[in-house]
């Protein structure tokens, strides 16, 4: 299952640089060794663009992708990562979730969205559904 595959890699920004970004890539490529990834944070010109362009490029990116894998932070995830997540399931992409060490199918699982102070940095949570 892990031959010519695209994978775009919806993260949090807060990880963007960050070893925790590179742990989840590892891990991911540990899944498809031989898959492209998407990485919005390197492959996603976000340089003197606003937030609309880069998400529009963002959501071209999942769309022509195979699979979407999606991480959270402390459960939470910010809006471009809700977008983008609710957007391949618009077009049934495969979808999974990092979670415990393990990507696991993201059926079963939701968004509960939420207000917060940190505006849209962290807009929902992720949910298992029963």
């Known amino acids: 299952m892990n031959e010519g595959y695209d994978i775009y890699y919806?993260?949090?920004q807060w990880k963007?640089?960050?070893?925790?970004?590179?742990y989840e890539l590892d891990l991911i490529r540990r899944y498809f060794p031989k898959a492209r990834?998407?990485?919005?944070?390197?492959?996603?010109?976000?340089?003197?663009?606003?937030?609309?362009?880069?998400m529009r490029d963002c959501l071209e990116a999942v769309k022509n992708s195979d699979i979407i894998v999606f991480s959270a932070?402390?459960?939470?995830?910010?809006?471009?990562?809700?977008?983008?997540v609710t957007?391949?399931?618009?077009?049934?992409?495969?979808?999974?979730?990092?979670?415990?060490?393990?990507?696991?199918?993201?059926?079963?699982?939701?968004?509960?969205?939420?207000?917060?102070?940190?505006g849209d940095r962290i807009h929902a949570y992720v949910v298992k559904e029963d």
Do not use: M, W
């Open 87 to 118: 957007y391949a399931d618009k077009y049934d992409k495969i979808i999974f979730f990092i979670h415990h060490d393990q990507l696991i199918s993201g059926k079963g699982y939701s968004f509960k969205r939420v207000k917060s102070e940190h």
């Open 10 to 12: 919806a993260h949090h």
């Open 37 to 54: 990834i998407c990485n919005p944070a390197t492959d996603i010109d976000n340089v003197d663009r606003s937030e609309e362009d880069i």
């Open 73 to 84: 932070v402390d459960g939470c995830v910010g809006r471009g990562v809700y977008q983008e």
């Open 16 to 22: 963007y640089g960050t070893k925790i970004e590179q």
